[in-house]
């Protein structure tokens, strides 16, 4: 959790605005978190997008090109705070809810009309009057800015009590709504809400890291799929857009046939040369 690392924040009630701000970290984490020492690259591709000078967020962009390059949807698995949260809230007893195959075929694409219609096009065209476009994602559904940053700034701050209306009450909806299905689903915002997701989920397949199967090791038993909590056919598509990285397939095959970490042409290139 280094990217909320501004303690102080959270006992002063007061947001970090010092040069780090201008730095996007990797995962969604909400820019108004009193401890967040970094932006959110949602937060920041919908600030320059929606601004009155109507600028493309080269910066952004580039910066999550980079990480997705890299990384892919490990991010995700390992770095993104929300996601952090939502494991340890379906580590609750309880029973779990397996999404049925077909329903999960056509969720999983909600996220990416999430990233085209509430990160683009709404901050894009529907503007006020000055011709300002608001962060529609962060307004109206985001439920990490909710309880990483609206409801730790209204305890602590007075003034903001008052300005309570409808739309934190939306918010606060959201919020109950994503935590009781964690509890019950593996991660739901994740697999079909979350806008960063989509994003680094079209990285997976070219990313310098990787899932890689050995097929003359595999005997395709399955039992890297019966242990994937998002029923990915791992066998088959290790770098499937839906994989967090999470490597408990490569943990679960007997055969040692899934391996994981970077895999970057350069060093392959040297090693066959040597």
Same mark, same amino acid.
């Not at 997008?49 to 952004?60: E, F, H, P, R, V």
């Not at 698995?77 to 007893?93: A, R, T, V």
């Not at 598509?237 to 970490?261: F, H, M, Q, V, Y």
């Given at each position: 959790?280094?990217?909320?690392?501004?303690?102080?924040?959270?006992? +002063?009630?007061? !947001?970090?605005?010092?040069?780090?701000? #201008?730095?996007?970290?990797?995962?969604?984490?909400? $820019?108004?978190?009193? /401890?967040?020492?970094?932006?959110?690259?949602?937060?920041?591709?919908?600030?320059? !997008?929606?601004?009155?000078?109507?600028?493309?967020?080269?910066?952004? =962009?580039?910066? !999550?090109?980079?990480?997705?390059?890299?990384?892919?949807?490990? =991010?995700?698995?390992? !770095?993104?705070?929300?996601?952090?949260?939502?494991?340890?809230?379906?580590?609750?007893?309880?029973?779990?809810?397996?999404?049925? @195959?077909?329903?999960?075929?056509?969720?999983?694409?909600?996220?990416?009309?999430?990233?085209?219609?509430?990160?683009?096009?709404?901050?894009?065209?529907?503007? %006020? %009057?000055? /011709? =300002?476009?608001?962060?529609?994602?962060? @307004?109206?559904?985001? &439920?990490?800015?909710?309880?990483?940053?609206?409801? &730790?700034?209204?305890?602590?701050?007075?003034?903001?009590?008052?300005?309570?209306?409808?739309?934190?009450?939306?918010?606060?909806?959201?919020?109950?709504?994503?935590?009781?299905?964690?509890?019950?689903? $593996?991660?739901?915002?994740?697999?079909?809400?979350? &806008?960063?997701?989509?994003?680094?989920?079209?990285?997976?397949?070219?990313?310098?890291?990787?899932?890689?199967?050995?097929? %003359?090791?595999?005997?395709?038993?399955?039992?890297?799929?019966?242990?994937? #909590?998002?029923?990915?056919?791992?066998?088959?598509?290790?770098?499937?857009?839906?994989? =967090?990285?999470?490597?408990?397939?490569? @943990?679960?095959?007997?055969? /040692?046939?899934?391996? #994981?970490?970077? %895999?970057?042409?350069?060093?392959?290139?040297?090693? @066959?040369? +040597?």
């Amino acid at each position: 959790m280094v990217s909320n690392g501004y303690f102080k924040g959270f006992f +002063e009630g007061h !947001i970090y605005k010092g040069n780090l701000k #201008k730095t996007c970290v990797p995962g969604l984490n909400c $820019y108004s978190c009193p /401890g967040s020492l970094g932006s959110c690259p949602i937060g920041s591709l919908q600030a320059t !997008i929606g601004s009155l000078k109507y600028n493309m967020a080269y910066y952004t =962009i580039g910066l !999550i090109t980079l990480f997705g390059v890299i990384f892919g949807r490990l =991010i995700c698995g390992f !770095i993104c705070p929300f996601g952090l949260i939502q494991d340890l809230l379906y580590k609750i007893p309880s029973k779990k809810i397996n999404v049925n @195959k077909k329903v999960n075929g056509v969720l999983k694409y909600l996220k990416y009309i999430v990233l085209v219609v509430f990160v683009i096009i709404l901050p894009m065209f529907l503007v %006020d %009057d000055v /011709g =300002i476009g608001s962060p529609y994602f962060c @307004k109206l559904i985001c &439920p990490a800015g909710t309880l990483e940053a609206g409801i &730790p700034l209204t305890i602590m701050n007075v003034s903001l009590r008052g300005t309570i209306g409808f739309l934190f009450k939306w918010k606060i909806f959201i919020l109950i709504i994503t935590i009781l299905l964690s509890i019950v689903v $593996y991660r739901p915002f994740c697999r079909y809400i979350c &806008p960063l997701g989509a994003i680094y989920s079209l990285f997976n397949p070219i990313s310098f890291y990787k899932l890689n199967v050995n097929k %003359d090791k595999c005997t395709m038993c399955k039992k890297c799929m019966r242990k994937c #909590k998002l029923n990915i056919e791992v066998y088959k598509n290790p770098n499937s857009l839906e994989c =967090i990285r999470c490597g408990e397939c490569a @943990k679960e095959c007997s055969k /040692g046939a899934i391996t #994981k970490g970077f %895999d970057l042409p350069l060093i392959k290139n040297n090693h @066959k040369r +040597e």
